[in-house]
């Protein structure tokens, strides 16, 4: 009898030594004060990121084009990082200048960066390929954050989570009052719409969610690694999910929530905990193997998109 070898990953989705360009939460944007860089061990790379004499933030490789100092330990002089090494400085196109101000022609990889709901975000590409999604301007919502979670499989299988809506009904017991249905905005969206309401007597009387009452949840996954519950019943807010990759090769989950002033913040906490708690100790022991069916054709579409996306 010949077994089989196991063959390596030549995939993006679920592979750990590849980072798919998309946004990526770093740090809170109270860690980076004032004229101060700071180099990030993140996502396979080393990172500095830096504010400028403007307040403004930005990220490049943390080695100096000149002989590879790290950067992070320089000195932040007008809008240039200085190298602490022999004072190069590298203004933020990238561009290198010799201590005596002239162009090195010499180049740092410099990344886009946002600062959006008190953190510090990335994108590991020379330009933004979609934005870091938000609920509706018009609205009056607090902003709370839950602690970051090391979870231990590829930050893919969480963000996948979002849009499986078989494993709503098997594993969180989740009962459709509608069929669930799901599509595909190409290059990078995938959206999945689920109705129903939860088994337990107990969580219908806590979340108030019922056979009459479900709750609706539009959820999107946007690239790989974030997703965007959009809850319109029984009451109005949103989530978003986003996770990265530890140099441990396990999954970082961020996730914030956008809940309206007047809003029981305990009965929306409460629901999304409940759907989410279960998961994971699947999603710590699971080890990924795409023999997807019918049924997970939303699933199958992000693995499609995230096979195709770039990445480093
Ligand atoms: S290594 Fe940075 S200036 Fe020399
Ligand atoms: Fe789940």
């Known amino acids: 009898m010949v077994f089989g070898v196991l063959s390596s990953n030549d995939k993006n989705f679920n592979n750990n030594n590849r980072v798919i360009q998309s946004w990526y939460l770093i740090a809170k944007s109270k860690d980076i004060k004032p004229l101060t860089a ?18 403004i933030i930005h990220a490049l490789d943390s080695r100096c084009p000149h002989l590879g100092a790290d950067l992070g330990l320089g000195k932040v002089i007008d809008c240039r990082l200085q190298c602490p ?15 005596n101000n002239k162009d090195t022609k010499l180049k740092s990889r410099i990344y886009p960066t946002q600062e959006k709901y008190g953190y510090i975000w990335i994108f590991n590409g020379p330009k933004p390929l979609f934005e870091i999604p938000e609920p509706p301007k018009n609205r009056n919502l607090s902003i709370l954050k839950s602690p970051s979670q090391e979870i231990k499989c590829h930050p893919h299988i969480v963000t996948a989570n979002a849009i499986d809506a078989p494993h709503f009904a098997s ?10 249905t799901s599509k595909t905005e190409r290059p990078f969206k995938v959206i999945t719409e689920m109705n129903g309401y939860l088994g337990s007597k107990l969580f219908q009387k806590l979340i108030g969610v019922n056979k009459e009452n479900p709750i609706k949840v539009i959820s999107s996954t ?59 100790k699947i999603l710590d022991t699971l080890n990924f193997h795409p023999g997807f069916s019918k049924e997970d054709k939303a699933f199958k579409e992000l693995y499609d998109i995230v096979n195709k996306m770039e990445c480093w």
């Not at 090494?85 to 201590?99: A, L, R, Y």
């Not at 594993?171 to 669930?180: Q, V």
């Not at 970082?252 to 759907?275: E, Q």
């Open 38 to 55: 700071k180099t990030f061990n993140i996502l396979k790379r080393k990172i500095t990121i830096y504010r400028n004499t403007k307040g």
């Open 171 to 180: 594993l969180h017991k989740l009962r459709f009052t509608s069929k669930p």
């Open 85 to 99: 090494f022999h004072h190069w400085t590298i203004n933020e196109k990238g561009n290198c200048f010799s201590k």
């Open 222 to 280: 946007i690239g790989g690694n974030m997703a965007w519950l959009d809850i319109t019943k029984p009451y109005k807010f949103n989530v978003l999910f986003t996770t990265k990759q530890s140099n441990k090769n396990t999954c970082i989950t961020n996730v914030f929530f956008f809940l309206p002033k007047n809003l029981n913040y305990i009965r929306a906490l409460l629901a999304v905990h409940n759907l989410l708690h279960d998961d994971r």
